[in-house]
């Protein structure tokens, strides 16, 4: 069929040019516009109520608004494939000048290992020599810093040289960057992220297209407490204008320390904002220190104070609107200051890229998906809503952890034992809208804070792993009467949530690329008060994750949570909790979500094992992570010891309960209990992976597709990491998964532990629930079906598409159905 052309014709059913005068275009256009997909009733009411249109015949009418409709789709797919151009047109011009960055950092190589092949030569016999040779190099490379002052002439002369060192290293080879581990190219990730190999301190580079102009770029990343959340505050103590129009800046900024077992750092900076001679946007920041002779600050207590070398950002204004950002970040920790175990954490580039310069990156690409989609809410609320609530939520807790005594924070004596720090905020900023009630109508007399905190050193634990599970198996280490006490800190009442269920999880959002899960909890049955005995009531709870993401390199993961209202005001008082656990290892551990405690076992025992047995057995089981935990309660202040004690004895009992379970999770305790040199797998394993491709077989005709052949390779191990997602479910009448392969983890972003939890029909859309039910009494009659291609949900909430399932019966050896086995060809997070 034809689409309609400007000047009125349309083609009919029968191929024939129909030709509309300019009145009775424009009619049909309102019409349109007013109902663009009438009903035949709707469509003859309306050529009733427009007698320009009333000679037409209807049937003209319905193939008009067809065509309308097919141009209106071509329209709408034209501006976006303009805009797909326009975005991969920056990306290219953005990969060549990467690529002539990178031809010349290997022409300078090239360069200089040539000069030191010839200088060895010389001096092979003389060490004397070879000494002044090496003494004249190091003399050539150290920077000649002119004398510096803080009148306005010399902070620009600081301002300038900032601004030729960070162009260096943005667009240079000032450093010599390597490609971030773990980072996947491609149109769909977040931007070219590099880190240094070889530097001072830690440094990352990233580069990457946003939707968003300059000045507004360049406003957020200067807002840096509002992306970087181990930033506590950024002061402007001092601006001056220069004479081509920017500024110069004098900064005070202070991060939170991540862990109880170093202090917060701070820093003492020039931020200087200018416009280059191309029209792109700088910004660029250094620290002030004896080497500038700037301004000085004295130090300021209980904080460490360090340095940035010079870093900020580079924003080209891209044709066709949005911008093409270079980010610079470029610290010393100073990280001889922290415990040994903690080393990594202060100079690995790799967890420092995670935490800042993707994080910066994260932001931009959130706020460009807010501007384009500004109707899209979740439970009401505006996704900058959602934004503070979870930055109330980190903020609070990273507040508590750090107990600045600026803040009211006072420190307890301890209980003779060294493991717990226990402290106290009776600041009334603190308690500020903490005016909480046990029930309705009955006021507590809570006027203080309590912070039980402690760090642990975990063993070949995968944040990542240890995190989901803890997520999902909350009975795990959660302790009833903790809950029921800190549920006595808000009102109960009905729940106003949009969406919220009758059963433990009330309703979740995931905030798209921010790489963060934020969701209500709701615990049922919990007694607040001695009245509640007889009527428990519900609770809630705002919980906050993030890092859950194991194929992500050097990322820490988080869980914080806070009791709320049932009303969830945007402005309700929240006492957040939870942990942390960051990695201390800076290279890509290739960890796999098999480590899990049912059949995963079996296929870490072997003598080739898996992945992740054979990772960890290469790197000398020296996996490391710090879990830090940090638990707040608001108490009465004649409860004081009281509370204390319960506060210790439950976080003692959190550490035991992780360290048990993050041993189950660990490929070593696979190790101990099966070893390495047993046969492969258990007979359990190795039957039901035989019956799931033998059933195959028999109602499909042919062998299980994709599945390896070498003779090295069991079938239990084919199925493992075949590369379609394969799922077992229970054959009865609400199905639940009982076993699935790596890519069906994968899939379902979950464990094997965690697998059981979940029901056949949750990972469903509504039209796959409705094709599923319709097949379902051909696969237990016929033996197998086959299902549409369509979209399907992890167990986080994100969709999956993938091009087809096949789902067939799997019997035992006698002949009984098993289990019910789904295999989703070419399956990928949409």
């Given at each position: 069929m034809s689409m309609s052309c400007k000047d009125g014709k349309s083609l009919d059913d029968n191929g024939k040019y129909v030709r509309y005068?300019?009145?009775?275009?424009?009619?049909?256009?309102?019409?349109?516009?007013?109902?663009?997909?009438?009903?035949?009733?709707?469509?003859?009411?309306?050529?009733?109520?427009?007698?320009i249109l009333s000679h037409i015949e209807p049937r003209q009418i319905k193939v008009w608004f067809q065509n309308r409709r097919c141009r209106e789709k071509q329209r709408k797919e034209s501006s976006r494939l303009q805009g797909v151009n326009r975005k991969l047109s920056a990306m290219n011009k953005l990969l060549m000048e990467e690529n002539d960055r990178l031809q010349k950092q290997v022409s300078q190589l090239v360069y200089e290992n040539g000069y030191f092949r010839k200088q060895t030569t010389k001096v092979a016999s003389k060490d004397t020599s070879c000494e002044s040779v090496v003494t004249s190099g190091q003399h050539h490379l150290t920077p000649q810093h002119p004398p510096r002052d803080a009148s306005p002439a010399g902070l620009l002369s600081i301002a300038e040289e900032t601004l030729t060192e960070f162009l260096s290293k943005a667009t240079g080879t000032a450093v010599e960057w390597v490609q971030m581990p773990g980072m996947k190219p491609g149109p769909d990730s977040i931007g070219i992220i590099a880190i240094s190999h070889g530097c001072t301190g830690m440094a990352a580079r990233a580069c990457g297209l946003v939707g968003l102009d300059p000045t507004r770029v360049a406003e957020i990343?200067?807002?840096?407490?509002?992306?970087?959340?181990?930033?506590?505050?950024?002061?402007?103590?001092?601006?001056?204008?220069?004479?081509?129009?920017?500024?110069?800046?004098?900064?005070?900024?202070?991060?939170?320390?991540?862990?109880?077992?170093?202090?917060?750092?701070?820093?003492?900076?020039?931020?200087?904002?200018?416009?280059?001679?191309?029209?792109s946007f700088v910004v660029c920041e250094r620290s002030l220190g004896n080497t500038q002779n700037g301004p000085s600050m004295p130090p300021v207590q209980n904080f460490v104070r360090t340095e940035m070398l010079p870093s900020g950002y580079l924003i080209r204004p891209c044709e066709g609107g949005g911008s093409v950002v270079h980010i610079v970040d470029h610290m010393n920790l100073e990280a001889r200051s922290v415990p040994e175990v903690l080393r990594p954490l202060y100079e690995s580039s790799t967890v420092f890229a995670q935490?800042?310069?993707?994080?910066a990156l994260r932001q931009l690409r959130q706020l460009t998906l807010e501007v384009s989609q500004p109707n899209v809410t979740n439970w009401g609320r505006r996704p900058a809503a959602l934004r503070t609530l979870s930055k109330r939520l980190s903020r609070g807790f990273n507040e508590a952890l750090n107990g600045f005594s600026s803040e009211g924070w006072s420190i307890l004596d301890n209980d003779g034992m060294d493991d717990v720090t226990i402290l106290v905020n009776s600041s009334p900023?603190?308690?500020?809208?903490?005016?909480?009630?046990?029930?309705?109508?009955?006021?507590?007399?809570?006027?203080?804070?309590?912070?039980?905190?402690?760090?642990?050193?975990?063993?070949?634990?995968?944040?990542?792993?240890?995190?989901?599970?803890?997520?999902?198996?909350?009975?795990?280490?959660?302790?009833?009467?903790?809950?029921?006490?800190?549920?006595?800190?808000?009102?109960?009442?009905?729940?106003?949530?949009?969406?919220a269920r009758a059963c433990n999880f009330g309703g979740q959002v995931i905030l798209p690329l921010a790489h963060t899960l934020l969701e209500v909890i709701k615990l049922e049955g919990v007694c607040h008060s001695p009245e509640d005995v007889i009527m428990p009531r519900d609770m809630f709870l705002?919980?906050?994750?993030?890092?859950?993401?194991?194929?992500?390199?050097?990322?820490?993961?988080?869980?914080?949570?806070?009791?709320?209202?049932?009303?969830?005001?945007?402005?309700?008082?929240?006492?957040?909790?939870?942990?942390?656990?960051?990695?201390?290892?800076?290279?890509?551990?290739?960890?796999?979500?098999n480590r899990t405690l049912d059949l995963t076992s079996a296929l870490e025992t072997g003598p080739v094992g898996s992945k992740a047995a054979n990772d960890f057995k290469s790197s000398g089981g020296t996996s490391k992570s710090i879990m830090t935990i940090a638990f707040q309660f608001a108490f009465e202040s004649h409860?004081?010891?009281?509370?204390?004690?319960?506060?210790?004895?439950?976080?003692?009992?959190?550490?035991?309960?992780?360290?048990?379970?993050?041993?189950?999770?660990?490929?070593?305790?696979?190790?101990?209990?099966?070893?390495?040199?047993?046969?492969?797998?258990?007979?359990?394993?190795?039957?039901?992976a035989r019956w799931i491709c033998q059933s195959y077989r028999r109602f499909m005709g042919v062998e299980l597709p994709k599945l390896s052949s070498e003779g090295s390779e069991s079938v239990l191990e084919s199925l493992w990491h075949h590369s379609d997602a394969i799922i077992c479910c229970s054959a009865k009448a609400m199905p639940v998964f009982t076993f699935a392969n790596q890519?069906?983890?994968?899939?379902?972003?979950?464990?094997?532990?965690?697998?059981?939890?979940?029901?056949?029909?949750?990972?469903?859309?509504?039209?796959?629930?409705?094709?599923?039910?319709?097949?379902?009494?051909?696969?237990?009659q016929q033996g197998f079906a086959c299902l549409q291609g369509g979209i399907c949900l992890s167990s986080m909430g994100r969709p999956v598409s993938y091009e087809k399932a096949v789902s067939?019966?799997?019997?035992?050896?006698?002949?009984?159905?098993?289990c019910i086995s789904f295999m989703f060809v070419n399956w990928s997070f949409v």
């Open positions: 005068t300019p009145e009775q275009v424009e009619a049909l256009e309102r019409l349109y516009h007013e109902c663009p997909k009438p009903s035949s009733m709707r469509r003859r009411q309306l050529i009733r109520e427009c007698p990343l200067k807002d840096r407490p509002s992306w970087y959340r181990d930033c506590r505050a950024v002061e402007v103590l001092n601006m001056l204008p220069t004479a081509n129009g920017g500024t110069i800046e004098l900064l005070y900024m202070q991060l939170y320390a991540p862990t109880t077992l170093a202090p917060p750092r701070d820093f003492w900076l020039l931020r200087y904002t200018t416009v280059t001679d191309d029209g935490k800042t310069t993707m994080a900023d603190k308690l500020m809208g903490l005016d909480l009630s046990f029930a309705d109508g009955f006021t507590s007399l809570s006027n203080s804070v309590l912070c039980a905190k402690a760090s642990m050193l975990l063993q070949s634990a995968t944040p990542a792993i240890l995190l989901r599970f803890l997520r999902e198996h909350r009975s795990e280490w959660v302790d009833n009467n903790i809950d029921a006490y800190s549920a006595a800190t808000v009102k109960v009442g009905p729940c106003s949530l949009p969406g705002l919980q906050l994750c993030s890092g859950m993401d194991e194929n992500a390199v050097g990322t820490c993961a988080e869980l914080f949570f806070a009791p709320i209202d049932a009303s969830f005001a945007d402005d309700a008082p929240l006492l957040p909790s939870g942990f942390r656990i960051i990695p201390l290892d800076s290279a890509k551990e290739a960890s796999s979500s409860m004081q010891e009281n509370v204390a004690s319960m506060a210790r004895k439950y976080v003692r009992s959190f550490i035991s309960s992780v360290q048990r379970v993050a041993l189950a999770l660990s490929p070593s305790h696979f190790g101990s209990l099966g070893g390495l040199c047993l046969p492969l797998g258990t007979p359990e394993a190795h039957t039901l890519a069906g983890l994968d899939m379902l972003e979950t464990t094997l532990v965690a697998l059981q939890d979940i029901s056949l029909e949750k990972i469903f859309d509504e039209n796959g629930r409705k094709n599923l039910c319709s097949e379902f009494p051909q696969i237990m067939w019966k799997v019997l035992n050896e006698e002949d009984t159905a098993h």
